[in-house]
């Protein structure tokens, strides 16, 4: 992935990307990417990446979470 593919696909979708949620699990593949193009990031701390720090900034999640449902709280709380 890469922030080209998302820019792309945001533009197709017609959305901003300061408008948009991204959630992955692997910081430095995912969250890096996505925090790139200005999308708001949410981690999902579960699987092999959930013990994995950020190393700075550029990928460092708005959000970090450990189950799905603890999104809706997130989203709920940034209209």
């Given at each position: 992935m890469?922030?080209?593919?998302?820019?792309?696909t945001l533009e197709k979708l017609g959305v901003k990307p300061e408008k948009a949620?991204?959630?992955?699990?692997?910081?430095?593949q995912e969250i890096?990417?996505?925090?790139?193009?200005?999308m708001t990031t949410v981690r999902m701390k579960t699987g092999?990446?959930?013990a994995v720090t950020p190393k700075g900034a550029q990928d460092k999640p708005a959000f970090d979470i450990s189950k799905?449902?603890?999104?809706?709280?997130?989203?709920r709380s940034s209209k």
């Amino acid at each position: 992935m890469t922030p080209a593919t998302l820019e792309r696909t945001l533009e197709k979708l017609g959305v901003k990307p300061e408008k948009a949620v991204f959630v992955g699990c692997d910081l430095a593949q995912e969250i890096a990417v996505a925090n790139t193009t200005k999308m708001t990031t949410v981690r999902m701390k579960t699987g092999p990446h959930r013990a994995v720090t950020p190393k700075g900034a550029q990928d460092k999640p708005a959000f970090d979470i450990s189950k799905l449902s603890e999104l809706f709280d997130i989203l709920r709380s940034s209209k």
